[in-house]
C-alpha cells in the first residue's frame, strides 16, 4: 500500500472507530472488548489456597470456577456442582456438572476436587485458609462427578464454604510445582492467565473453552495503581475502565464528570481499632475503655468520609444479610470518662504507636491520624505509624501488632462465625486477641442447631463490648469509579468480576 493511502486508511479507520463501523465491515473481524480494572494492590498469588485479601481474590476468581458461587444479590447457587445436598448433620454429597475441564484439557472431576480440598489441608503448603478446610474429617469419590464429604461437626457455612472453594489441576499442579503454579496457574474460570507482571499487571483473555456463559469482556487487565489519585486520573484519561479503592473526597469530586460515574455498595467489611493483648498498655481494660470513649465516629463520618459510611453497631456489618441485630454492642463518646481514664492509668505523655495500614482501604491512613488527633485530646500521647499493606499483613498474620492499631475487617462469609474466628479468638489468623469465653462460645456454635446460633453470637458480641477488645467504627460503603459505556453494578462482598460487565 503507498504511503498516501496507508494514511487516508489510518484516518478513516480513526473517525469510524467510535461506532466500531469499519472493523465490523472487515470480513472475519471480531471486535476485541478490552477492559482495566485498578486496584491498589497486586495480587499476593494467583494460588486459590492462598486467597488471603480482597485484591488476590478479585484476579484469582477470574481464573477460577467455584464449587458453587454467590449471585450479585449474595443469593447461593449452582457452578461447578449441579446439586449440592446434605445427607444427615456431618454428611454432605457434591455432585459435579458433567464434562468439566480445566483450560489445559485436564478434567475437572471428582478426584481433582478431592486433591484441591486435601491439598489446602496439608500443613506443608502453609495455607493460610487451611483452616477453611480443616473441619473436613472425610473426603470420599464415589463415582467420576461424586463426592461425600463428612465434617467433623455439623458445618451450617458448608454452601458458604463451597462458594469460596477452586478446584486446581492435580497432574499440573504436581508437575510444576507449588511456586510455579502460583506465578502461573490453570483454572477453569472464564479467563485465562496471559501475564502477570509483579506490582504492575495481571492480563487475562477470554477462556474459548470455557463450560459456562461466555463472558462479554475479551480481555481484562488488572493494573496496579497504589495512589488514588493516580487511579482517579486514569479513569478520567480513560485508561482505567473501573477503579477500586475510591475515598468520598475523589467520588464527591467524581459525580460531575461526563466520562465517569460513581458506583457504591454496603459493603460486608467493618473498619474497627483493635488491641494487641500482648503490647502494654493493649492488655489493659481501662486504656482500650479509654480509647473507646475518646473516638467520635460520628465526626469521621460527617466529616473526613462525608457520609460515605454508616456508623457500625458491632464488628458486623450490616451489609451482611440478617446479622447483626438490631441491638448497640459499642461505647458512646463520652471525652470526659476518656480523660479520667487516661489520667487513672498515668498514661500522659507516655508515647503510643498506632499502626495502619496506608492506601489499602479508602482513608485508613486519614481515619487513623483523625482517631490519633482525638486521642491526643483524651491525653493520650499516640503516634500514627502508617505502613505499606504487604508489611502490616505480614505482621497481622504473625500476631506481632502495635498495642492499638486500625483495621478491616471483612466478611467473605457473609455469616458472623468466620470473622470472629479471624479476628478475635485465640488462634485467628488475623487476631492479636485472645479469650477463652469467646474461643468457647465459638466452638458451641457449630455445634448446636442452627436456629441456636444467633442468641450465641449475641453472647459473643456482648462479650466483646464488655472486653472492648475492638472499638467498632463504620462499615465501609464500596466506591468505584466507572467508565462511561460500561455497564455494572457492584457487589456488597466487594468482588470486581469483568464476566459481570459488559462494555460499549
Known amino acids: 500500500?503507498?504511503?498516501?493511502?496507508?494514511?487516508?486508511?489510518?484516518?478513516?479507520?480513526?473517525?469510524?472507530?467510535?461506532?466500531?463501523?469499519?472493523?465490523?465491515?472487515?470480513?472475519?473481524?471480531?471486535?476485541?472488548?478490552?477492559?482495566?480494572?485498578?486496584?491498589?494492590?497486586?495480587?499476593?498469588?494467583?494460588d486459590p489456597a492462598f486467597r488471603a485479601d480482597t485484591a488476590t481474590g478479585n484476579v484469582q476468581r477470574h481464573i477460577f470456577d467455584t464449587?458453587?458461587?454467590?449471585?450479585?444479590?449474595?443469593?447461593?447457587?449452582?457452578?461447578?456442582?449441579?446439586?449440592?445436598?446434605?445427607?444427615?448433620?456431618?454428611?454432605?454429597?457434591?455432585?459435579?456438572?458433567?464434562?468439566?475441564?480445566?483450560?489445559?484439557?485436564?478434567?475437572?472431576?471428582?478426584?481433582?476436587?478431592?486433591?484441591?480440598?486435601?491439598?489446602?489441608?496439608?500443613?506443608?503448603?502453609?495455607?493460610?485458609i487451611r483452616g477453611w478446610w480443616t473441619g473436613f474429617k472425610t473426603v470420599e469419590v464415589a463415582d467420576e462427578r461424586t463426592l461425600k464429604i463428612t465434617t467433623t461437626a455439623a458445618d451450617p457455612l458448608f454452601r458458604a464454604r463451597m462458594t469460596l472453594l477452586a478446584p486446581v489441576p492435580p497432574k499440573y499442579v504436581r508437575d510444576a510445582g507449588d511456586a510455579a503454579f502460583a506465578r502461573k496457574p490453570v483454572g477453569s474460570g472464564p479467563y485465562r492467565l496471559v501475564d502477570w507482571r509483579r506490582d504492575d499487571a495481571v492480563v487475562l483473555q477470554a477462556n474459548p473453552d470455557y463450560a459456562g456463559q461466555k463472558p462479554k469482556i475479551d480481555r481484562v487487565v488488572f493494573r496496579v495503581v497504589p495512589e488514588e489519585l493516580s487511579r482517579v486520573a486514569a479513569l478520567q484519561t480513560g485508561e482505567a475502565d473501573v477503579i477500586a479503592g475510591m475515598s468520598p473526597t475523589q467520588a464527591a469530586g467524581l459525580e460531575t464528570s461526563p466520562d465517569a460515574r460513581v458506583e457504591r455498595a454496603a459493603s460486608t467489611r467493618v473498619m474497627a481499632v483493635q488491641f494487641d493483648i500482648d503490647e502494654p498498655p493493649g492488655n489493659e481494660q481501662k486504656f482500650r475503655d479509654a480509647v473507646a470513649y475518646a473516638i467520635d465516629r460520628d465526626a469521621i463520618i460527617k466529616g473526613l468520609l462525608r457520609g460515605y459510611a454508616v456508623p457500625a453497631k458491632s464488628i458486623l456489618s450490616p451489609g451482611i444479610p440478617e446479622w447483626p441485630s438490631d441491638k448497640d454492642f459499642t461505647r458512646k463518646y463520652d471525652l470526659d470518662k476518656a480523660k479520667a481514664l487516661v489520667k487513672e492509668l498515668g498514661l500522659e505523655g507516655r508515647e503510643i504507636v498506632m499502626r495502619t495500614s496506608s492506601g489499602r482501604y479508602p482513608n485508613d491512613r486519614e481515619t487513623a491520624l483523625a482517631i490519633g488527633a482525638q486521642l491526643q485530646k483524651a491525653g493520650l500521647n499516640v503516634k500514627v505509624r502508617p505502613e505499606e499493606w504487604g508489611t502490616f499483613f505480614e505482621d497481622l498474620k504473625n500476631h506481632k501488632m502495635s498495642a492499638l492499631y486500625l483495621s478491616g475487617q471483612g466478611n467473605v462469609w457473609l455469616d458472623p462465625y468466620p470473622q470472629i474466628e479471624a479476628f478475635h479468638t485465640t488462634n485467628g489468623l488475623l487476631s492479636a486477641w485472645s479469650d477463652p469465653t469467646i474461643d468457647a462460645l465459638l466452638a458451641k456454635s457449630?455445634?448446636?442447631?442452627?436456629?441456636?446460633?444467633?442468641?450465641?453470637?449475641?453472647?459473643?458480641?456482648?462479650?466483646?463490648?464488655?472486653?472492648?477488645?475492638?472499638?467498632?467504627?463504620?462499615?465501609?460503603?464500596?466506591?468505584?469509579?466507572?467508565?462511561?459505556?460500561?455497564?455494572?453494578?457492584?457487589?456488597?462482598?466487594?468482588?470486581?468480576?469483568?464476566?459481570?460487565?459488559?462494555?460499549?
Open 446 to 504: 457449630n455445634e448446636v442447631p442452627v436456629e441456636q446460633r444467633p442468641a450465641l453470637f449475641e453472647q459473643m458480641l456482648e462479650r466483646l463490648r464488655d472486653t472492648t477488645a475492638a472499638v467498632p467504627l463504620y462499615a465501609q460503603q464500596i466506591i468505584y469509579g466507572v467508565r462511561k459505556g460500561v455497564d455494572w453494578k457492584p457487589r456488597s462482598d466487594e468482588q470486581i468480576l469483568a464476566f459481570e460487565m459488559s462494555k460499549k
Open 67 to 128: 464449587i458453587l458461587q454467590r449471585g450479585p444479590d449474595m443469593t447461593i447457587g449452582p457452578q461447578l456442582a449441579e446439586t449440592v445436598r446434605q445427607d444427615g448433620p456431618t454428611q454432605w454429597t457434591v455432585v459435579l456438572r458433567p464434562g468439566l475441564k480445566f483450560s489445559n484439557g485436564e478434567p475437572l472431576d471428582a478426584e481433582a476436587v478431592k486433591f484441591s480440598i486435601e491439598r489446602m489441608q496439608n500443613p506443608g503448603l502453609k495455607s493460610p
Open 1 to 46: 500500500m503507498h504511503a498516501p493511502t496507508s494514511r487516508l486508511f489510518a484516518v478513516a479507520l480513526r473517525s469510524c472507530a467510535a461506532a466500531f463501523v469499519c472493523l465490523a465491515a472487515l470480513p472475519g473481524a471480531a471486535l476485541a472488548v478490552d477492559l482495566t480494572i485498578a486496584q491498589s494492590t497486586d495480587a499476593v498469588s494467583l
